[in-house]
């Protein structure tokens, strides 16, 4: 089949066509995904928390990424792969640059950095050198010290505000995708709509162009509390490739996320 690519992405905008992506850390479930035709894979520093046990995505690596880009790559058929850049691996361009071509080397497609404003710059190196950037914003994990814990993000107008002009300043920056994590389901709809570059959500409501969930929590075999935007899709006897289909299914058609995952 048919690579999936940026261009395709950003015509399925247009179309307002939904499209899926999982976040992977291996081989065997990137080929399930595939099957499920699950057209985006992240290769999230999620990794540190549901493959690793640490209590938060700071302890990542660059060379943990570079090991589970590899490891996805080589059983991946047609997925655009995104891969996070880990904490502090792009501080300054210069560095952010150099880290980023390891992760391309690696197999990455793409790379996500999480940021606002302060970003532009290492941006447009990233894009003028070649690198296809998405930048993550709202609720940043890499953060999570810095903002008190996982909270919802932009729920007044000020920050509500200053999300809109971040993601515009991303987007001139050069940035090809903006994901968007724990931010009213009003304002993920009006930042899909003032960008003309994809948007990917996460407990960012229905609007945004693309979905995404961490694997494991859409499995159900994460322990403890989970998150509002979480659905398990492992229910009435299906298969791992049946949960990832029906998730497929449910963006698709608008179904999920509903409204009680949302904020
Ligand atoms: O690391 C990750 O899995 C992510 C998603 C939750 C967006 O960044
Ligand atoms: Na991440």
Not at 150 to 169: F, M, P, R, W
Request: glycine share 10%; net charge negative.
């Amino acid at each position: 089949t048919r690579p999936v690519t940026l261009s395709k992405l950003q015509k399925m905008k247009q179309e307002q066509e939904k499209f899926t992506c999982l976040t992977s850390y291996d081989a065997t479930f990137t080929g399930t995904m595939n099957a499920a035709n699950i057209e985006t894979i992240l290769i999230g520093d999620s990794l540190g928390m549901v493959v690793q046990g640490q209590d938060s995505t700071l302890p990542v690596s660059i060379e943990d990424m570079c090991y589970h880009i590899a490891a996805v790559k080589r059983g991946n058929d047609n997925a655009f792969l995104l891969a996070d850049m880990p904490f502090m691996s792009y501080s300054k361009p210069e560095q952010a640059l150099d880290n980023a071509a390891k992760l391309m080397q690696a197999g990455a497609h793409m790379v996500k950095l999480e940021g606002g404003s302060w970003l532009k710059d290492t941006v447009s190196l990233l894009t003028e050198r070649g690198i296809p950037v998405c930048a993550h914003l709202g609720l940043t994990p890499q953060a999570v010290h810095k903002l008190g814990g996982y909270k919802v993000q932009g729920k007044d107008e000020e920050t509500a505000a200053l999300l809109l002009k971040e993601s515009l300043e991303l987007e001139a920056a050069g940035a090809d995708i903006l994901l968007y994590e724990c931010i009213p389901t009003e304002l993920g709809k009006t930042l899909t709509q003032a960008v003309a570059i994809p948007t990917i959500g996460i407990g960012a409501g229905p609007h945004t162009d693309g979905q995404v969930l961490v694997m494991h929590d859409m499995l159900g075999v994460t322990q403890g509390r989970k998150p509002r935007f979480v659905k398990n899709f492992l229910t009435d006897g299906r298969s791992i490739q049946e949960a990832f289909e029906a998730y497929s299914n449910e963006v698709k058609s608008g179904t999920f996320p509903a409204p009680e995952h949302g904020f």
